[in-house]
């Protein structure tokens, strides 16, 4: 039986403070190499860790913080990873941010993944799955804010050739799988395939028509996500929040190498609104807005904010600083209680939101009755279905005694 170990709020709260699964891994001396703007371990490319700190262990499905990284690849318990990331183990030091030379950093430039042939599975995934209202679905593809598209496993788009067309690289050109590839030297003439780069470069590569054939001919994996972006003040694409589709299985959530978190998704409500609605995901942001017009709440005339994480808070800095006219800030985080997080990250990210800017804004909190936003949207959801169906069944009755 294992020893029971006590640990404090305040020891979690540290370790969260703590939880940067890629600082965690530099400062054990784990062998990493960078790809585009995540770094994967040298002998296990499945094992990707981002600069924001999430860890992903692609090939069984996992992702998460430090802890969960110390939990499922290190074999230790929930309250010795707390105990190790808070500093409170005799002898063992918290982990350190390492020196900037350990792995000298290359940002990687953004690309824009490639469109897919069609939204089918996108708009099935989004309304029938998730619940979130068609129509918002509808604006939102209208607006470019939502795509469907296509990536491929282990390779990386690398920009677009002339015709528009995606062109993809192995991550680890090392890796022996890829050898057989059709890989030539071509011309990048764009990175999201309609706006020419100032200076074109080359890269040995392979066509969005090769992966698709190769991808036919079960040589490659393809996979058809949800990506949701966010604008620069430029009106440029400068965030993309992907995610799987899938309603079984392993599925994941990452985004896409070199975006911006001061750009993330963003739902617009009315002209000079003067609320923001926070939210952890974009799939958060869309279930609250969905909500809203559900209920016919006054809040749908808000913006609703997605900080693409409950501790990342650069991009809410970012879009406080160009809507002078918000007064009222509105915090939506996760509740986290469902049994499946060891750390209340909404919770803690609340808390944190509310100290940063309680002095200058008016601030209050809306917890979903259940884990998340898109819970309440789906039970909501099932309860009405269920009472269509009744109200139905109890009209036949009434028509048949008639």
Not at 11 to 32: C, D, H, I, M, P
Not at 59 to 72: N, P, Q, W
Request: aromatic share 8%; with cysteine.
């Amino acid at each position: 039986m294992a020893k029971y170990i006590h640990i404090t709020d305040e020891e979690k709260r540290r370790a969260y403070e703590n939880a940067n699964a890629l600082q965690y891994a530099l400062s054990k001396g784990y062998n990493l190499i960078q790809v585009g703007n995540e770094f994967h371990l040298k002998d296990h490319d499945s094992m990707v860790f981002t600069k924001n700190g999430i860890w992903f262990w692609n090939s069984k499905g996992l992702r998460g913080s430090a802890i969960d990284f110390m939990i499922h690849y290190e074999g230790k318990s929930f309250p010795e990873a707390v105990k190790i990331l808070a500093g409170t183990v005799p002898g063992i030091a918290a982990p350190q941010r390492p020196s900037a030379n350990v792995i000298p950093f290359v940002p990687a430039v953004f690309v824009l993944p490639e469109r897919a042939e069609n939204f089918r599975q996108m708009f099935a995934y989004l309304v029938q799955t998730r619940g979130i209202d068609p129509q918002l679905v509808k604006d939102l593809t209208t607006n470019h804010q939502r795509m469907q598209v296509k990536t491929f496993a282990g390779l990386r788009i690398c920009g677009y050739d002339i015709s528009g067309k995606g062109l993809y690289t192995p991550n680890n050109p090392d890796n022996p799988k890829f050898s057989s590839l059709p890989l030539q030297e071509r011309e990048i003439v764009s990175l999201d395939g309609t706006t020419p780069m100032e200076e074109k470069k080359t890269e040995r590569c392979i066509t969005s028509q090769e992966a698709d054939k190769l991808a036919y001919e079960n040589v490659l994996k393809r996979h058809n996500n949800l990506a949701m972006l966010g604008y620069g003040p430029d009106g440029k694409v400068r965030y993309c929040s992907l995610r799987s589709m899938n309603s079984t299985g392993n599925s994941f959530k990452i985004d896409a190498p070199g975006s911006s978190k001061e750009t993330p998704f963003l739902i617009r409500g009315v002209k000079d609104a003067d609320t923001v609605i926070v939210t952890e995901s974009p799939i958060e942001a869309m279930s609250y807005r969905s909500l809203c017009t559900i209920t016919s709440s006054p809040r749908q005339n808000a913006d609703i904010f997605s900080l693409g994480g409950a501790n990342v808070t650069m991009g809410l800095d970012r879009f406080l600083e160009r809507n002078p006219q918000i007064k009222n800030i509105i915090l939506g985080l996760n509740r986290d209680d469902d049994g499946n997080h060891k750390i209340r990250a909404g919770e803690l990210g609340t808390e944190k939101l509310m100290q940063k800017y309680g002095q200058t804004y008016q601030v209050s909190v809306h917890k979903p009755a259940l884990n998340d936003w898109n819970d309440v949207l789906r039970r909501i959801r099932e309860l009405r279905g269920i009472d269509a169906q009744e109200h139905e069944r109890s009209r036949s009755r009434s028509a048949q005694a008639r």
